[in-house]
């Protein structure tokens, strides 16, 4: 049984590389939307894939001198993007997890970023942790610890997620992994300088 466990974890830690190398390499052709991203990736996992595994994949594209974010979604968890001092849902458009049916299409979702705003995902290991109740984390314990974490910064929006997801289990052993990421956007960093069409009013 052990044996058995052991390579059941290799199998799926090798589908989940290979999803990881596929959706690098695709996602590389920029002229390429998100959302055909996902649908080449998905119908080149579906081949061949005997054992019915499949991932969840939520992709983004940011453009750093805009602020513009471009999301897609396969199955993951919803997002949640602090705007104006504030952690809120995105409301993505539900894509089918990759490597499950082939032929599967996805939408594109875009939103802009002004500096300071953060972009918070996570694995459902997050929203999933259970207490000795049986009680799930879940998603409004979540938007309601990032909103109320004294330090908002991306590593301490994460501690304030993992301490809250600790104390809430308290010692029930946990069954899934628990992963964060948090980004914040500050801004293309260029300057604007106005100069009237004097030359007199140049800089020395």
Not at 160 to 178: L, M, N, P, S, Y
Request: proline share 2%; with cysteine.
């Amino acid at each position: 049984l052990c044996l058995q466990t052991n390579w059941s974890c290799l199998v799926l830690a090798l589908f989940m590389m290979h999803t990881k190398t596929l959706l690098k390499t695709i996602g590389k052709a920029e002229v390429l939307g998100l959302d055909k991203v996902l649908e080449y990736a998905n119908n080149e996992l579906c081949s061949g894939n005997e054992r019915g595994m499949f991932v969840t994949a939520v992709l983004g594209r940011l453009d750093l001198a805009s602020g513009k974010l471009t999301l897609a979604n396969a199955g993951h968890n919803p997002i949640l993007i602090r705007k104006k001092g504030v952690y809120d849902y995105v409301k993505l458009p539900k894509g089918f997890i990759l490597g499950g049916l082939e032929g599967c299409k996805y939408k594109e979702y875009q939103t802009e970023l002004a500096p300071g705003d953060q972009v918070f995902i996570y694995t459902d290991g997050v929203t999933e942790a259970t207490n000795t109740d049986g009680e799930q984390f879940g998603e409004d314990r979540l938007k309601n610890c990032l909103n109320a974490a004294d330090d908002k910064t991306t590593i301490g929006s994460c501690r304030a997620v993992r301490d809250a997801v600790k104390e809430f289990v308290g010692e029930t052993e946990q069954f899934d992994d628990i992963t964060m990421l948090c980004l914040r956007y500050i801004g293309s960093g260029a300057q604007k300088l106005t100069i009237e069409a004097d030359t007199a009013k140049l800089p020395d």
